[in-house]
């Protein structure tokens, strides 16, 4: 088992950035964070897998950058240019590694391990 722990949300006015942290206790794979705004339904962020390869979502593409530090068992997520319509509860999510499992992973069922989600909140 897996525990996935994520840090760095809080309250930003548009126009802001953010940092989202996710500790994971072990070697992971593929990891993604995926997002639930209020009565929304959870949809899929950002992708990055154990080789490097990274996906977006159209809606934050351009604006959110992932990044891994394979060392310290973190995955990033830099939110920048902040809107109101990404305020959600976002939440780290991590498949098991495995070395030849390389494919971009965006629907919720691919991910093992997630975390308890942290709150973003962006103001107009």
């Known amino acids: 088992q897996v525990l996935l722990v994520e840090s760095g949300g809080g309250l930003v006015q548009a126009g802001g950035s953010l940092r989202l942290s996710c500790t994971t206790s072990?070697?992971?794979?593929?990891m993604g964070w995926f997002r639930r705004a209020p009565g929304k339904e959870r949809e899929f962020v950002a992708a990055?897998?154990?080789?490097?390869?990274?996906y977006y979502a159209d809606s934050v593409k351009g604006r959110y950058t992932i990044s891994r530090d394979n060392a310290k068992n973190t995955v990033y997520l830099q939110m920048n240019s902040l809107k109101p319509e990404d305020t959600a509860v976002y939440f780290c999510?991590?498949?098991?590694?495995?070395?030849?499992?390389?494919?971009?992973?965006?629907?919720?069922?691919?991910?093992?391990?997630w975390g308890q989600g942290t709150q973003v909140t962006v103001s107009s």
């Open positions: 072990g070697r992971t794979g593929t």
């Open positions: 999510a991590a498949r098991r590694f495995d070395s030849l499992d390389m494919r971009i992973r965006t629907m919720q069922e691919d991910y093992t391990y």
């Open positions: 990055l897998t154990w080789s490097g390869g990274r």
